[in-house]
């Protein structure tokens, strides 16, 4: 169906549901224009409503990260919204999907991505230990942090990473008096200092872009006598602009600040991709003091891409790429089919001929 379109110059339909927030966000409106030039159209769907008697779709691209955890809540009205996209999914094997929904599926259980990005770890990138507390009885999480060796401070951060309305609310946890504050299942992991420098890697199929964003500054021992456990949110202490006092390291903190190196961010990329048969996903990544190692704490599908520059042109290359490979496949398939055939017709051919000599001897 795209092959013969792109070769008869009919546009390709890029069918799509984002929120309405998501939508304003990205500007969405802005990139009508610059799908109309490569020859696409977009057109948004109903998912409340048959999407059959809205195609067909060439692409089909989504972000229902909220859609599925309600799902999985027990919502009927969302389970049902997954099902007829689902099914529609599988009526409609040649629709490119951005992104599958079982690709996304695996980025939003924390953990799980956690064991997926140690297949990735190396002398320069590694994951920062994590375990799943699933207890709220404090004596056996402190047992299994011991066993862990997850030390203080460590981060506690919610199971899942996406859809769902505290996703974001985190905590550090100092020592033993704080574990009674973690609210299981969740997730605690290792908290590495950094220099309160997060960067955000932004991925679209084979392009990406590197973010500074604010974060968390470094602690010490000596803060795990002192403190007692630090509730935040991560979308306020590292949006843009940020100015919380749980940023502010030390002049000489400052020192030892290391310069990122885009090489190793585009390895993560690669990686990243990879593993998770993401085309739209979002990488956390801090740059360890001391050893200059980087590490990835975090994951999410379809992220907000703040201070990406020209995300739709990226958005459109990528797709028109992925179209061109569809189409590839599908004429080797053929050219196969065909090969194979004549093979066959040619086989019969030559054993007829054979058959023919024998009765005339």
């Known amino acids: 169906m795209c092959e013969e379109k792109c ?32 020859g696409f159209v977009l ?11 809205q195609g067909p779709f060439d692409v089909f691209l989504h972000k229902l990260t909220d859609t599925l955890a309600h ?24 629709m490119i999907v951005v992104d599958p929904l079982e690709s996304v599926k695996k980025v939003r259980d924390r953990q799980n991505s956690y064991e997926i990005l140690r297949e990735m770890q190396c002398n320069d990138v590694f994951v920062p230990n994590s375990i799943e507390l699933k207890s709220r009885n404090v004596s056996d999480n402190l047992t299994e942090l011991h066993r862990h060796n997850i030390k203080f401070p460590f981060m506690c951060k919610p199971l899942l990473a996406q859809g769902s309305s505290n996703a974001h609310q985190m905590m550090v946890i100092f020592n033993e008096e704080g574990v009674k504050d973690c609210q299981p299942p969740c997730i605690v992991q290792n908290f590495v200092n950094h220099n309160a420098i997060l960067y955000k890697v932004y991925i679209v199929g084979n392009h990406f872009h590197v973010v500074e964003r ?9 803060d795990c006598e002192t403190l007692g456990t630090l509730f935040f949110s991560s979308h306020d202490v590292s949006k843009s602009g940020s100015t919380s006092e749980w940023s502010v ?6 020192a030892l600040t290391v310069k990122p190196n885009y090489g190793i961010f585009k390895k993560i990329v690669s990686k990243a991709t990879k593993l998770f048969g993401l085309v739209l996903v979002g990488v956390d990544v801090v740059i360890e003091n001391h050893t200059g190692r980087y590490a990835i704490i975090d994951v999410n599908a379809f992220p907000g891409y703040d201070g990406y520059p020209h995300f739709f042109m990226d958005l459109v290359e990528t797709i028109k790429l992925r179209l ?10 053929r050219t196969s089919i065909l090969t194979k055939c004549m093979s066959t017709d040619l086989e019969s051919g030559v054993e007829s001929d054979e058959k023919k000599k024998q009765s005339m001897k």
């Open 249 to 254: 390291i030390s002049k000489q903190d400052e």
């Open 71 to 94: 799902a999985e809540a027990g919502d009927s009205q969302a389970r049902a919204v997954v099902n007829r996209v689902e099914s529609y999914i599988r009526r409609n094997p040649k």
């Open 43 to 53: 057109k948004l769907v109903n998912l409340n409503f048959s999407l059959d008697s």
């Open 324 to 333: 061109s490979d569809q189409k590839a496949r599908l004429n080797y398939h």
């Open 214 to 222: 604010p974060s968390l500054k470094n602690f010490y021992p000596k």
């Open 7 to 38: 070769l008869t110059g009919e546009r390709i339909v890029i069918g799509y549901w984002l929120s309405e927030k998501k939508r304003s966000k990205l500007k969405w409106n802005e990139s009508q224009n610059v799908c109309a030039k490569q």
